[in-house]
């Protein structure tokens, strides 16, 4: 009776089986196809259907079990300002989604991605000829990431290890104005920023060409990146680049001397324009890429803490 007890222990706080845990196709594809569809309206800044995405990524948060780390539970709330158009409404609501895998650690692993996109095209930066009214539905950006950031979630919280790092999952809001997101969480942090290791962002990682090879910027902003991709090999063709104050929220970090990687499948024709398409994301590829971006953090948790080194 007493090695039934504990084998049922055993079982209850044993992870679950590897397909359960690992990125999958299945999830990453109803991840995107949620939040990109023409329900969502492109998630802009400060509608409702912004609202709903981020509602979205708290629900997953909760299952998970991730700690609420913003201000006001999973969120911290924030003003965000459209700058790049005139509108009536350029002050609008916004907010960051924050979740926290507490491993008693000392130090954290900021993992981020936005989940705002252009909406109905009324907040600048559509590429689009004529965007107002048109749904922007941002598939690739920034859905791919948000996917991504939600498979990471679930497998640093579901893999049955104890990491050496503590984990940090912002999905950020008003990227797309600015990095306001990643901006107001800098300056109000929920954990003190020197216990910050590095940050890792995943901004358009949909749209894998086998030709060009996901990007991985950031490498050299911390000497110690050299050691963490030694011998690292992939599904998926990579190149990495040193500089990492480009491109998204990962560039809001470097600014506060945290080393940074940006993942990142490359432009194209529907960049910025209501053309980018769930249909057109290649989800098996965003496995490849997530299951490399698990072995170069996993790698990087046998380090200790990061020193930032600025990319000239
Ligand atoms: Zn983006």
């Known amino acids: 009776m007493k090695k039934l007890f504990a084998l049922l222990c055993l079982f209850s706080s044993a992870p679950l089986f590897a397909q359960e845990y690992l990125p999958s196709v299945d999830r990453i594809s109803k991840h995107i196809h949620t939040l990109a569809s023409d329900q969502m309206k492109g998630r802009g800044t400060g509608s409702k259907e912004n609202d709903k995405a981020a509602q979205y990524i708290t629900k997953e948060f909760r299952k998970l079990g991730l700690l609420p780390m913003g201000s006001e539970g999973y969120w911290q709330p924030f003003t965000a300002k459209v700058k790049r158009v005139v509108v009536t409404d350029s002050l609008r609501k916004a907010k960051n989604v924050i979740g926290f895998l507490n491993n008693r650690a000392p130090h954290t692993i ?52 104890k990491e050496e790092y503590n984990f940090l999952f912002i999905a950020f809001g008003a990227e797309e104005l600015g990095l306001q997101g990643s901006r107001h969480f800098l300056a109000n942090p929920t954990v003190p920023l020197d216990q910050l290791n590095f940050m890792v962002c995943m901004d358009m990682i949909g749209r894998y060409n086998p030709d060009r090879g996901v990007g991985v910027g950031g490498v050299g902003t911390s000497d110690t990146w050299a050691k963490v991709f030694e011998g690292v090999e992939a599904s998926v063709k990579f190149f990495t680049d040193r500089a990492g104050n480009g491109g998204s929220d990962n560039a809001a970090f470097y600014a506060k001397q945290i080393p940074v990687l940006f993942f990142h499948t490359g432009g194209h024709d529907d960049y910025h324009k209501p053309t980018d398409d769930v249909e057109k994301i290649d989800f098996k590829s965003e496995v490849g890429i997530l299951n490399l971006e698990i072995k170069i953090i996993d790698n990087a948790l046998k380090q200790p803490k990061m020193s930032f080194t600025p990319v000239s």
């Open 110 to 161: 900021v993992i981020g991605a936005h989940y705002d996109h252009l909406g109905m095209g009324r907040q600048g930066s559509s590429l689009e000829k004529n965007p107002e009214g048109k749904i922007h539905n941002g598939a690739d950006d920034n859905a791919s990431g948000v996917a991504g950031l939600l498979e990471l979630a679930r497998y640093y919280t579901q893999n049955g290890v």
